[in-house]
């Protein structure tokens, strides 16, 4: 499919995606329920992770300033200086974040780095958040999934590279018996290429449990056997990561998630990378919210 043609049907994918409570419990997962979806609700987001070398403060202002209006909270950040876990900021700090990104008009919609204890769903409900991702022990996926459908707040199991225990997505879906649908994934393209899986078939393998995205183009690729090259991340649409044909297939699943922005490359500076990332999105979803 060349590009106007995949703008053209890319226009009538994504606007503002709605997070509310009511959903209905299934309609998140469910194939039959996601088809009867008009469009695709995909929110473009940042994770502050990208920004982990400055204080949460200054990474929601670099978020205003690359032109995006939602972030991911890491599971680990900075606050005057401290290196501290998000959930637990004090309620002082708690007060004083919601402050700082109303200010900036950006809005906080998801944390990372969870484990789904109780406590952390407690921080993700106070701070009015709709999803939550991180690497839960195996044996504890049935109960987090109670907790996520208890909080009718979403949770994503992520990925690291290989040999983290969510590398191989596959093994993850068949322990997912007996599981409320509220738990899903959030695939980190960039750590399946590390892993030498091709990130656009887990996109496709993954339909009906996408609850968030982390999307990432890379300058090369690992293959399963092969030598491990040196990866990092570059602008979207530059690199070797599908990101164009990810988004598409994204659009054609009807997907209702946040798709994140981690740029984990150019630590010091890399608002303008974020920036064009951003660009490079609305430029293939136009529709989507600015």
């Not at 997962?29 to 204080?55: H, I, Y």
């Not at 032109?67 to 998000?86: L, M």
């Amino acid at each position: 499919m060349n590009r106007r043609n995949f703008l053209k049907l890319s226009s009538l994918g994504a606007g503002t995606i709605a997070f509310a409570n009511s959903l209905p419990l299934c309609s998140i997962f469910a194939k039959e329920n996601l088809s009867q979806s008009k469009k695709a609700d995909l929110k473009l987001t940042v994770q502050t992770w990208s920004f982990r070398l400055f204080d949460i403060d200054e990474g929601i202002r670099k978020t205003k300033q690359a032109g995006v209006k939602f972030v991911e909270i890491a599971g680990s950040i900075r606050i005057k200086g401290e290196n501290k876990r998000a959930v637990a900021m004090t309620a002082e700090e708690r007060k004083w974040f919601l402050a700082i990104a109303e200010e900036n008009q950006v809005q906080a919609i998801s944390v990372g780095g969870n484990k789904g204890t109780r406590q952390e769903f407690d921080f993700a409900a106070e701070l009015g958040l709709t999803v939550m991702q991180g690497e839960p022990d195996f044996e504890r996926l049935v109960e987090v999934s109670k907790l996520a459908e208890e909080y009718k707040i979403r949770f994503a199991l992520h990925n690291h590279a290989k040999p983290n225990r969510y590398w191989n997505y596959k093994e993850t879906l068949k322990r997912l018996d007996g599981c409320s649908p509220w738990l899903g994934f959030c695939p980190d393209t960039g750590h399946f290429a590390r892993s030498g899986i091709d990130p656009l078939t887990v996109v496709k393998d993954l339909k009906g449990r996408i609850v968030s995205i982390h999307l990432k183009d890379l300058n090369d690729v690992n293959t399963q056997d092969g030598e491990k090259k040196d990866l990092h991340d570059v602008i979207w649409g530059t690199g070797k990561g599908q990101v164009e044909a990810i988004i598409h297939e994204l659009v054609e699943q009807k997907v209702q998630a946040p798709i994140i922005i981690e740029y984990e490359y150019k630590w010091e500076d890399n608002v303008k990378e974020i920036t064009e990332c951003a660009k490079y999105f609305h430029n293939i979803v136009p529709d989507a919210a600015k």
